[in-house]
């Protein structure tokens, strides 16, 4: 091949024609592999145009041209002049760029000339085409995929028309120089309007690739124009580069019309008497001026300070209008109620005589009724043998009994016929009893049982021996023990009251029929009588049935269902012999059934609160408070249907009057964790060892200071994996007292008021199998302590503070959801006064779903700190709380589980005060 000569050449010269044509066809295949894909046509007798360059619009791309002959080789022979056209139209507009090539001519045998440069400009598949006219030959180039190139402007679109106050939606497209949409354009566009006050679509940021912006977006509430206007123009501008920029054209901004409305509903059954406010409101945005009044003439009903009053039957139209001004029109609403005839209300105000007897003085009532309510009301007597009524509505008394009336009001034009309303008026014979007088003491010791004596007494303060009535009893101690209802004898009776609550109370006595005979007594001051602590260290145990310790003429007997027992406690092994209470662990030793045990005062066969409840051949202990008689004694009731059971009481310490010397002041507190063997809280982390006692500190721990000498708590066991006892104490276990007993498994809780160490200390041992072990939880609820600035203790006979199956506390009837704290007033209840600082009780859950515990506290906020009772879903079961009530005389309980519901129960056995 000669220098200068093309592969096509050489092939075309040095090879017979019958070859050439194969050859050239597998060059062109080679050339083909080399070239752009989108750039090389070939065809017989044609020009191929050869297209090289890049294809953004607007680029030069490098175009040549080779005549073609029969063979599909280079011709040549070929002479002649090539002209270009292209499907681009811009292309061959008269542009700045040079968008076609010149003519070309060829003419000097190679067939294949250099066309120069051109430009697309249009985005799409495009192609260059070159024609020879006079030699009848053309080709045209593989489509060239043309992209846009960068935006350079934004076309922005605005509807030509809008109004003031409504979004109008604008369109942005980003376009190149040759209008071209760049679907690659991802700058951030804001939005400006020479509309003042418009308001504009906040900037949007452009996204590029399928299904995203690609070039073109909307912004939906682009522009609201706040004035009228008829050139108010939306401009786009790149927030980065700032050159790329559009407008819209021409907006033209008309009057708005406001959207006014009345926001408050008519009533759809008015009748005369109601009254109505009505209010409206409009477009947001509107400035002006709304006004409500009634539609003149509207002679159904008034409006005065906005209220609108109907006052007679038929219809009242409100209207609402709003004034308009440059840039909203005025606006207008209205409303029509029916209004219906009125009900009127009508009520006696007048008092029923207390004092009527037959043949005296009439009694003429008077009415109270609804405003502008005009109509007569008539009085009629429904017991006509005792009472007759004339026409002004006098009544006149006739005869002993019940005078009974009814007083109706009759209907108008503007009211139906009013309700009918009764008034009962009890007539008494000449010398009829009129009032009760009850004479009681002046004074009164809490708990203890007073004589009040009830006489039925005439207007003239003569006893009517004849009265044959029921008495019922009221009080304003609202702890106080009252007598059932009862007759009287020959028009007197003395009765037995017991007054709890220190101040001064009264008795009153009424008839349960003729509520107009009643009296109350003179007050009786009730003088609560202080005592204070003397712990008993070591415990000493005053019953066991099992041994017959403690028990009548010292037999060895089991308590038998519904038979108190009787127990000496004051002046017995160290309890003061004027001891008011004592604080008891009790054990519940194997009983025959599932049931309660009371603990008491006084001997009560049918006891209506209970102080233990436990199951079925149970072994478990309870710590309560309990109140002893004005001689010492406890009585105790084993509250089944049937069987026995086992009791031993273990006395922890004692109170007595504040004259006894050596007491010692109570300082309830929020509970505390004092110790927890599971996590090294008061001891190391590992359980209790069987009979290896193991001490943990109180004093200066949770606000108990050096000087306690005892504390109130709950002692926890739990993980135990053996049956067994807890000793918790000062010291090592002493005699045969246990803290606690419990199985296997149990989580098992008693609460306890025990001595500490001369150190301040307590000391636990597990008494079982030598290698058992558990773990033990002591939570401290308050301390001792020989200051006389802390409270007092008051013993109450026990009453019921919180039953959530009857609303006992002022809580709704309605069982404990888990995890839901509960706070109900403690201060002013069952004998508890205002001012008491915290109370003795026994805590139960009843008909439990589900297992874990109950805390009890005086903030519903610590509450799952500690717990005052634990408890499996099957368990009759109760514990004794000593605990603070918060600084307003409230306590908060909480059902710790993971879901279900309990009841819930809380008895108050005594509570604690400061000297006044």
């Known amino acids: ?91 061959n507009a008269d542009l700045t760029l ?43 180039s593989l489509p060239v995929s043309v992209t846009p190139a960068a935006a350079d402007h934004f076309v922005v679109s605005a509807p030509p028309t809008a109004v003031v106050g409504t979004a109008a939606p604008v369109t942005v497209t980003a376009t190149d120089y040759y209008g071209n949409i760049d679907t690659n354009y991802a700058g951030t566009v804001h939005l400006t309007s020479t509309g003042p006050g418009a308001i504009l679509e906040d900037n949007h940021t452009f996204t590029s690739g399928d299904s995203l912006d690609n070039g073109v977006y909307t912004f939906l509430t682009g522009v609201t124009f706040a004035h009228v206007g008829t050139t108010q123009v939306v401009t786009a501008t790149d927030a980065d580069h700032a050159p790329v920029t559009g407008a819209s054209d021409a907006v033209t901004v008309g009057q708005a019309t406001p959207d006014l409305a009345f926001t408050s509903t008519a009533p759809s059954s008015a009748v005369v008497g109601d009254t109505y406010t009505p209010t409206a409101a409009s477009t947001p945005g509107d400035p002006g001026e709304i006004t409500v009044a009634l539609h003149a003439p509207s002679a159904d009903c008034t ?29 207008a609403a209205s409303q029509t109620i029916t209004v219906g005839k009125g009900t009127p209300t009508l009520a006696f105000e007048s008092t029923a005589p207390a004092g009527a007897v037959v043949d005296g003085p009439t009694y003429t009532p008077t009415f109270t009724k609804t405003t502008g309510d005009t109509g007569p009301v008539t009085v009629v007597s429904t017991t006509s043998s005792i009472c007759s009524v004339d026409v002004n509505n006098a009544v006149s008394f006739t005869a002993y009994g019940s005078c009974i009336i009814d007083a109706t009001q009759a209907s108008d034009d503007n009211w139906i016929t009013s309700n009918t309303v009764s008034q009962t008026i009890h007539v008494l014979a000449h010398g009829s009893a009129t009032h009760f ?42 702890a106080a023990t009252l007598p059932a209802n009862s007759t009287l004898t020959s028009g007197s009776k003395t009765f037995s009251v017991t007054l709890v609550t220190a101040g001064t109370q009264t008795v009153t006595a009424t008839d349960t029929v003729l509520s107009s005979i009643t009296g109350t007594s003179n007050g009786a001051t009730v003088t609560r009588v202080l005592s204070e602590y003397h712990p008993q260290s070591p415990p000493v145990r005053l019953l066991d049935s099992r041994t017959g310790n403690g ?30 209470a004592v604080t008891v662990n009790a054990a519940i030793v194997y009983p025959s059934a599932a049931a309660w045990l009371f603990l008491g005062p006084n001997p009560t066969p049918s006891p209506t609160t209970f102080t233990i409840a436990f199951n079925k051949m149970d072994i478990t202990n309870y710590g309560v408070t309990v109140a002893l008689s004005s001689t010492g004694t406890l009585s105790a009731t084993y509250m089944a249907t049937s069987g026995t059971t086992d009791l031993v009481l273990d006395i922890t310490g004692w109170f007595a009057p504040a004259t006894t010397a050596g007491g010692e002041t109570y300082f309830p507190i929020t509970p505390y964790r004092a110790l927890d063997s599971r996590i090294g809280n008061g001891v190391s982390k590992t359980k209790f060892k069987a009979n290896v006692p193991r001490s943990f500190p ?147 859950v009843v008909h439990q779903n589900a297992s874990f515990a109950l805390a009890v506290g005086p903030v519903a ?28 005389g409230t306590l908060s309980a909480m059902f710790m589980s993971h879901g279900g519901t309990t009841d819930v129960l809380i008895y108050v056995t005594g509570y604690f005060i400061k000297q006044p």
């Open 698 to 844: 109180i004093w200066n721990r949770g606000d108990v200071p050096t000087t306690a000498r005892a504390v109130t708590g709950n002692l926890t066991a739990v993980n135990e994996n053996y049956h067994g006892a807890v000793f918790l104490g000062p010291g090592g276990p002493s005699g045969p007292s246990a803290t606690i007993n419990f199985v296997a498994g149990q989580i098992r809780g008693n609460s306890i008021t025990v001595a500490l160490s001369s150190t301040g200390s307590l000391t636990a041992t597990f008494e079982a199998k030598s290698g058992k072990l558990t773990d033990l939880v002591f939570d401290v609820t308050g301390y001792y302590t020989t200051s006389q600035s802390g409270s007092k203790y008051v013993p109450l006979t026990a009453a019921p503070i919180l039953d959530t199956r009857n609303g006992t506390g002022g809580l709704p009837i309605q069982r404990f959801a888990a995890n839901v704290p509960h706070t109900f007033t403690a201060q002013n209840q069952a004998g508890v006064p205002i001012g008491a600082t915290g109370i003795t009780a026994v805590v139960a």
């Open 303 to 331: 409006e005065a300070g906005g209220i609108v009053t109907f006052t007679h039957f038929g219809s009242c139209v409100i209207e609402a209008a709003q004034t308009g001004n440059d840039d909203w029109a005025a606006g």
């Open 1 to 91: 091949m000669a220098a200068g000569e093309s592969i096509e050449e050489a092939v075309k010269m040095n090879l017979p024609k019958i070859y050439r044509r194969f050859a050239v066809a597998i060059i062109g295949v080679l050339l083909v592999g080399l070239l752009p894909a989108s750039a090389l046509a070939t065809g017989p007798d044609t020009i191929e145009v050869h297209i090289v360059g890049p294809t953004m619009a607007g680029q030069a791309l490098s175009v040549t041209v080779t005549v073609r002959d029969a063979e599909d080789i280079p011709d040549p022979d070929y002479s002649g002049t090539i002209h270009f056209t292209s499907s681009d139209p811009t292309a």
């Open 551 to 580: 028990m009548p003429h010292g037999a060895v007997a089991k308590l038998r269902a519904g038979s108190p027992v009787t127990i000496q406690i004051g002046g017995r092994n160290g309890v003061g012999l004027g001891a008011t």
């Open 98 to 140: 040079p968008a076609l090539p010149g003519d070309v001519t060829i003419s000097d045998g190679s067939g294949t000339a250099d066309a120069g440069t051109m430009t697309f400009e249009k985005v799409g598949s495009q192609t260059l085409t070159a024609t020879d006219s006079i030699n009848d030959l053309t080709g045209t």
């Open 437 to 478: 007088v009850v004479a009681g003491p002046a004074s009164a010791a809490p708990e203890t049982v007073q004589s009040y004596t009830v006489t039925a007494t005439d207007s003239l303060g003569h006893t009517d021996a004849g009265y044959t009535g029921t008495v019922k009893f009221t009080s304003t101690d609202g």
């Open 861 to 888: 906020s610590a509450l799952t700190a500690t717990s005052s009772l634990n408890f499996i879903s099957t368990d009759n079961c109760s514990n004794g709380a000593t605990v603070a009530l918060s600084n307003t």
